[in-house]
């Protein structure tokens, strides 16, 4: 069966090699960023990930190389190391599958500049060669430009990945000042899962009448995922967290926490249960970081604590299961963490633990469309527990009665001091302007996900 991306009106020895990658049929970004590419635009593609969107600039790029001119002929930036690997696996296959029918590419030399590398030994290459293909972070590659090791005068791409993470990760100037090495006529790509205000100002400065495209998420959540949730109460979390992943039921979990401390505290305390683990967080070291990434791909692990690092972008192939210890401080994160799991149609659990303080956010994720089934460990097992809303269903005999505030009134009813009904008044007031922010959030984010 041939491919559908005939449409598109690529090379012959593309199109073979997408046939020896297994693509059949594009991907809804692929359908609408892979034209304006090829046509030669300035693009800002706005998508999140998992959407295809690497194929969507890998394609075009390999599609105008020109594998006998020596020379830089596209930029890469990744704001993480482990995306930078990413996206270099998936050059690096893709020329595998072209040598096969065009050998001419087999001699296309694909460069992975990250922090943590070799960086003597890669200047020595450099000294020998140019890339054809750049990929790397920001900080890597801005240093191999200000020292003339790496010549990009020629280069006809430039490519920023992830570009609101880079944003929030510092990584802006690099990125600027590598965009102002550049030559003036080349093409510039930029994606992003979402595109912040303060990342305007470096848009207008590079690109020239650039094609805004937003690709909308059909679902905010692969609808192959089962979101559970589970009630800790005053349950010890470690002894929780046990409890799930020994049930027995998953093939790779991976465990986010919200702060790296966190992180180291849980894997010691998975290890010494005897369940061997990964840590995947910022304090790891980045060649220790690459050689666990490496061992995860390798399927040396079952188990992996990480914190958001891991969340976004980063494509660890068989997750089967997301257990989120808190609901994260950022929303968009919960999305991106589950995200990790039903990947490519394939079923997926993500289980979310959450206390009693926890009641507004797990509101909030429900207003972003996400459905919820409530769970409980009981005998080793996770089984169907009440529903947490049970009680908002039950009939109100009075007007705007509020639960937490009814408390508050009978608390005060008896043995009262002097001022009570001003606290209660003050308790309202409090309350009241709480509902109202989440309420605005919660529209926010609606509106956002649309």
Known sequence: ???????????????????????????????????????????????????????????????????????????????????????????????????????????????????????????????????????????????????????????SFFVVDEADMALDLGFLPDVDAIASAMPENLQMLVFSATIPENLNPFLKKYMNDPVLEEIPSSTIISPTVNNYLLATKSKDKNQVIFDL??????????????????????????????????????????????????????????????????????????????????????????????????????????ITLYGPDEEDEVDQIEGLGIKFQPKQLKDHKLVDAKDRNRRKHRRITRKDFDPELHGLVEKKKHKVKPGYRRQIKEAVKLKNFRDKKISQRTAARRKKHK
Do not use: C, W
């Open 1 to 155: 069966m041939k491919n559908n991306f005939g449409q598109f009106n690529l090379k012959e020895n593309i199109l073979k090699a997408i046939d020896g990658i297994g693509f059949k049929k594009p991907t809804k970004a692929q359908q609408r960023l892979i034209p304006p590419v090829l046509a030669g635009r300035d693009l800002v593609g706005e998508s999140e990930t998992g959407s295809g969107k690497t194929h969507a600039f890998l394609l075009p790029i390999f599609n105008s190389l020109d594998p006998n001119a020596d020379y830089v002929q596209a930029v890469i930036t990744s704001p993480s190391r482990e995306l930078a690997d990413q996206l270099h696996k998936a050059f690096s296959d893709f020329q595998r599958e072209l040598a096969k029918v065009d050998h001419a590419f087999a001699s296309i030399r694909i460069a992975n500049y990250i922090g943590g590398s070799d960086r003597q030994k890669q200047v020595e290459q450099l000294e020998k060669h140019q890339p054809q293909i750049v990929i790397g972070t920001p900080g890597r590659i801005k240093d191999f430009l200000k020292n003339n090791f790496l010549l990009v005068n020629q280069a």
């Open 245 to 350: 992943l020994t049930i027995g039921q998953s093939y790779l979990t991976i465990v986010f926490v919200n702060t790296r401390k966190r992180a180291v505290e849980l894997s010691n305390f998975l290890a010494d249960q005897g369940l061997k683990n990964a840590q995947v967080h910022g304090g790891v070291e980045p060649r220790e970081r690459r050689r666990l990434m490496r061992q995860i791909r390798n399927g040396d692990f079952q188990y992996i604590v990480a914190t958001d690092l891991a969340s976004r972008g980063l494509d660890i192939e068989g997750v089967t299961e997301v257990i989120n210890e808190d609901i994260p401080s950022d929303l968009d994160f919960f999305v991106h963490r589950v995200g990790r799991t039903g990947r490519n149609g394939r079923p997926g659990i993500a």
